[in-house]
């Protein structure tokens, strides 16, 4: 292959790994394309792929090899000698274009370095913090089960754990669901402005931890009070802690804040409507999230 022609095919291939590496970003950030996931890994891998055929094609048609049969004899003029490598070096580089690869190149590091650090944006939100604040809730919107049954205040007892979405809207949504439990009046210690929020002892939280988005699966109603004196909901993939007595307190675990409360009422018929929207921003305790009201 012809040292042009070669670094023709070079520029192409690293320009061709770059335009991957910037579609893995567009396919990575989009989140609508079916099949994600190997659409991600195949302009990830087409983008190395082109980079290993880029610096193969480099290492044998571009970079000066010589071999040696023997050591080469101690200079008898080392000044001269310094100058005839100087002139070599200067003369021998088999790149015409340096410019063009050296940009290709730049393009190419600077994509995949791009690709590499953009899955850290799941870490957290970083632009837009609105979408946490909206939820599904507002005053008067009923509580149903997974069939879309009303959930009846009667049909609440102590000990049980029940979840519960709120009527005719996504139940995907981060905010929609809610677990369902009741404590014995007397055992509440709720915030003075949540006084009302717990009808008959009827409390409702939001199932999303407040530590890394799990779902609160769990819920500890003690047996034997030495051991256990509170009942709490729990998060079974961390083990953090929930103290629904509390206000949704955190008692143990990594969760950063309190499980967000969703005021409930009774209506005349006995079911469990919502009476507001909760007090806080559901999901995990990113910078940003703690602070403000949720929306409906």
Known sequence: MSRRRAETVVIVLLLVAAACAVGFIYVYATQSLPHQVQFEGLALGLAFACVAVALTVIARSLVETEELAEEYPAPERPEEQE?????????GSRFTRKRMLLGAGGLAAGALGAAALAPAVSLGPAFDLEALRHTPW???RRLVDEQGKPLLADDVETKD??????????????GAPVVVVRLDPGQLRLPRDRAGWAPEGILAYSKVCTHAGCAI???RSPLFAPVEPKPALVCPCHYSTFDPARGGNVTFGPAGRSLPQLPLLIDARRQL???GNFSGPVGPS?????????KS
Do not use: C, K, M
């Not at 100058?83 to 003369?91: K, M, N, P, T, Y």
């Not at 009527?167 to 949504?173: I, N, R, T, W």
């Open 286 to 294: 990113w910078s940003g999230v703690r602070e403000g009201r949720t």
């Open 138 to 140: 507002r005053r008067g």
């Open 161 to 174: 754990f029940y979840t519960a979405y709120p009527e005719g809207a996504d139940p995907e949504q981060i």
């Open 273 to 275: 409507r919502a009476a």
């Open 217 to 219: 699966a769990l819920y």
């Open 83 to 91: 100058d005839l490598e100087r002139l070599v070096r200067d003369s």
